[in-house]
């Protein structure tokens, strides 16, 4: 069987192809760039991803060597996200299903996630950190279902570091802000204290971001803010990470998401991982920031294990969270 998935919840905007084996064939993607300091605006994003989706779907078939009708099935992704952006993948998704009458299936987005890691790392169960730019959450498996053990109270950690280095000047073309921001806190190893928000399993980055903001104010060299600020919340998403781990009883972590990059993030859980004798395993960039091919499998999943669309499913939802889908799969 072969799947195409559709990505458009976000900036990205991704067209993947798999095979009912977990061969990806064809993994493309366009990212809207917002003006300057500025952070994503929908309707804009909404508009570059309708610009670029014909030619982007046109040469993954390229890429995988295939025609259209040789897919079986197409996967988009329903929610969540951002509503203008989600319909784009959507309206093609409808479109293309019509044309080459193949089925529809609409895909959560953090299943998608979670799903390409399970692929990837070969981990059966793990407790997945999934840090973007849109979210942070750490997620479970327990009774049939996708269960969200702790999310942020207010902004995503990936946010957070976006805004301060907006706040600090911090543009580069050819990388993502947090990977700027990375570079910088490798700089030092001079930490100051900022505040460390975790209540129970929820985080909060806001605090963290004006108290940062602040001190770049005062005039605090910005490596020193740079690694403060990544040691302060990295550590945050360790503990709770950690803390998922040790009341679930699961034995390996994963972590997906634009943040997934970060080397310092993943040597955090890493050693946390080691200090409970579990498994941690990261994945590559390429399948851990929004992507089509997590989608396509993701819809794999559910189409072969009898997951029977209803015409609400083909629907994008802004807001769909990920214990709404009942996992068939497992
Ligand atoms: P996503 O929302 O999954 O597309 O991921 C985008 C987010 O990942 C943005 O907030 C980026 O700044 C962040 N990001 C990308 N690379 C890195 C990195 N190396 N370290 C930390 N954050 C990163
Ligand atoms: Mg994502």
């Not at 044309?99 to 609409?106: A, D, E, H, S, Y």
């Not at 169960?125 to 109270?153: A, C, H, W």
């Not at 781990?245 to 993030?265: D, Q």
Request: charged residues 25%.
């Amino acid at each position: 069987m072969i799947i195409l998935g559709l990505e458009s919840s976000a900036d990205k905007l991704g067209v993947g192809i798999i095979d009912s084996n977990g061969q990806i064939l064809a993994n493309l993607r366009k990212t809207y760039k917002p003006p300057q300091g500025s952070g994503v605006l929908p309707r804009e994003a909404a508009e570059h991803h309708a610009k670029n989706i014909p030619h982007l779907i046109r040469d993954a078939f390229e890429k995988a060597n295939l025609i259209p009708e040789e897919i079986d099935l197409i996967a988009f992704t329903r929610g969540c996200g951002m509503g203008p952006c989600l319909r784009v993948a959507a309206v093609a998704a409808r479109t293309l299903s019509k044309m080459i009458n193949k089925p529809l299936i609409g895909v959560n987005h953090q299943i998608g996630h979670v799903e390409i890691s399970r692929l990837f790392t070969g981990l059966e169960d793990p407790i997945v950190l999934y840090v973007s730019g849109g979210n942070t959450q750490i997620i479970g498996f327990m009774e049939k279902r996708y269960r969200v053990l702790g999310e942020t109270l207010d902004i995503p950690v990936g946010n957070c570091l976006d805004v301060f280095g907006r706040e600090a000047g911090l543009s580069n073309k050819e990388m993502p802000m947090g990977r700027v921001i990375e570079l910088l806190a490798e700089q030092t190893d001079e930490y100051i204290e900022l505040p460390y928000v975790v209540k129970g399993m929820d985080l909060s980055f806001s605090g963290i971001l004006t108290a940062a903001k602040r001190l770049l104010k005062k005039g605090i060299p910005i490596p020193v803010l740079a690694n403060s600020l990544q040691e302060t919340v990295f550590a945050m998403l360790t503990e709770v990470t950690e803390r998922a781990l040790s009341h679930t009883k699961k034995e390996e972590v994963t972590i997906t998401g634009g943040v997934a990059a970060n080397k310092r993030l993943k040597e955090m859980l890493r050693l946390m991982a080691e200090e409970h004798g579990a498994i941690f395993k990261g994945i590559p960039t390429s399948i851990s920031i929004d992507n089509g091919v997590m989608i396509a499998w993701a819809g794999y999943l559910m189409w072969s294990t009898g997951y029977k669309p209803n015409k609400r499913d083909i629907l994008v939802d802004q807001h769909f969270r990920i214990e709404e889908v009942e996992v068939t799969w497992r």
